[in-house]
């Protein structure tokens, strides 16, 4: 499998963001949620750094142990959605060395996983509104990872921008109806985050 280092400097690049924008993500989800999306994400985010390294084998392991922290410690659809993202990318990572169609094959199939577990679609004012686009820019992006996650994170952050006009469809903003516009859908913001801290552990 894939060398564990770049994977575990990911979640850490990620629990980084978290930590400096819980209180953002939070006041978001105040806003149209249940008022914990900052707080249970930097929950999960410890417990993704509490691994003990030298008891993965491997990067797929890492991934799997690393979603299942955040399904076990997130409360609310985060958790059980971030998780299924990544235990299911840790499962297609080929073994041995990877290149770039490789990882985003993979970040593919845990962000399909992730749609078929929250049953929402693109438009829907939910975190598909970063992942699709971001993954489309990826693949027409040309050159390396580091190319391929820098487009992917630019249109993460357009398409979470994208979000605040939107009318939710899912989720506890989806009972507010009219009233979830002119606010940034909170997994859509973590959703970015993410892919940024991929961006500086890929980028290399």
Do not use: C
Not at 92 to 106: I, N, S, V
Not at 117 to 135: H, I, N, Q, Y
């Amino acid at each position: 499998m894939p060398e564990l280092q770049p994977f575990a400097a990911w979640m850490a690049g990620f629990k980084t963001r978290i930590d400096e924008q819980a209180d953002y993500l939070t006041d978001l989800d105040r806003q149209i949620g249940d008022a914990d999306h900052g707080s249970n994400m930097a929950r999960g985010v410890q417990a993704i750094s509490e691994i003990d390294l030298d008891a993965v084998p491997d990067a797929g392991a890492y991934l799997k142990k690393a979603g299942m922290a955040l399904v076990s410690k997130v409360g609310g659809a985060s958790g059980p959605l971030y998780g299924t993202l990544l235990m299911r990318m840790g499962g297609a990572l080929p073994e041995g060395e990877f290149t770039r169609e490789d990882f985003l094959a993979a970040l593919r199939t845990g962000v399909e996983a992730l749609q078929a577990r929250g049953k929402a679609e693109v438009g829907d004012k939910t975190m598909l509104d970063v992942w699709f686009p971001a993954l489309e820019a990826a693949d027409s992006a040309e050159g390396s990872l580091a190319d391929a996650l820098a487009a992917a994170a630019a249109a993460a952050r357009t398409g979470a921008e994208a979000t605040i006009p939107m009318i939710a469809h899912k989720g506890r903003a989806s009972y507010l109806g009219e009233r979830s516009k002119g606010v940034k859908d909170p997994g859509s913001a973590s959703s970015v985050l993410l892919i940024e801290a991929a961006l500086e552990a890929f980028g290399d």
